[in-house]
């Protein structure tokens, strides 16, 4: 079936690190890609998106890479600081449909 | 400069009593949708509007009722909520009809249910 799902549901990192976060989906058809953070009690915060079209896009210490032969999508947070613990959640939208669908959500939690 | 605004952002009510959210957004954006989230779950869609066409999910129950008076807002009615609709309801828009646009979130409403 169709699915967008997220390896581990919780990530721990040092502080400093870069952090990977990753994601699977089945769903061949879908050609745009967005990954959320949302912080405790907020609303999903749109960090960076990618379409079928590209492998990588790189923005602001974070790197999305898609695979679309193996249907994996990863975000790396580099020099991981305190303020990026939240969950992370990716959302693939196919093309003609009218929603989002959303992955399980990874909890990225930062060590000092 | 918040685009997306949601009020109020906590509320409570009781059992069975109708309750209303509100969301506006400064962004001019044609499609406005309604998710539901419940704790460490991935925000589900209940329905969205593009411009004026009301567009519901298949599992979303009839209890949840929605209104677009016109572009910059939308309203989210419960009319009789029970325990489980207690969640955190996130308002979010796009301005693509195609929907391959971003999906701007506003805070939430975290709805508790006495």
């Known amino acids: 079936g169709e699915n967008v799902g997220l390896h581990l549901p919780t990530l721990s990192v040092q502080e400093g690190d870069n952090s990977i976060i990753n994601c699977a989906y089945s769903n061949s058809a879908s050609d745009y890609f967005i990954w959320y953070k949302q912080e405790s009690g907020k609303g999903p915060q749109f960090i960076i998106d990618?379409?079928?079209?590209?492998d990588k896009r790189q923005g602001q210490r974070v790197t999305v890479l898609l695979n679309k032969t193996v249907k994996h999508l990863s975000l790396q947070i580099a020099a991981t600081q305190p303020g990026d613990s939240a969950v992370y959640f990716c959302a693939e939208l196919k093309q003609g449909a009218q929603k989002l669908v959303f992955g399980q959500g990874t909890r990225l939690t930062i060590n000092p | 400069d918040a685009m997306v605004i949601q009020n109020p952002r906590y509320q409570v009510t009781q059992f069975g009593k109708p309750v209303t959210l509100s969301c506006s957004q400064t962004l001019n954006h044609n499609v406005m949708y309604w998710y539901q989230q419940k704790s460490s779950q991935a925000p589900k869609l209940l329905f969205h509007y593009y411009d004026k066409d009301f567009n519901n999910e298949a599992d979303t129950p009839d209890n949840f009722q929605s209104r677009r008076p016109n572009t910059s807002f939308c309203f989210l009615d419960i009319r009789s909520p029970g325990l489980g609709d207690a969640a955190m309801y996130l308002c979010?828009?796009?301005?693509?009809?195609?929907?391959?646009?971003?999906?701007?979130f506003g805070p939430g409403t975290r709805l508790t249910v006495l």
């Open positions: 979010a828009t796009s301005s693509d009809r195609a929907f391959t646009d971003t999906q701007y």
């Open positions: 990618i379409r079928s079209n590209m």
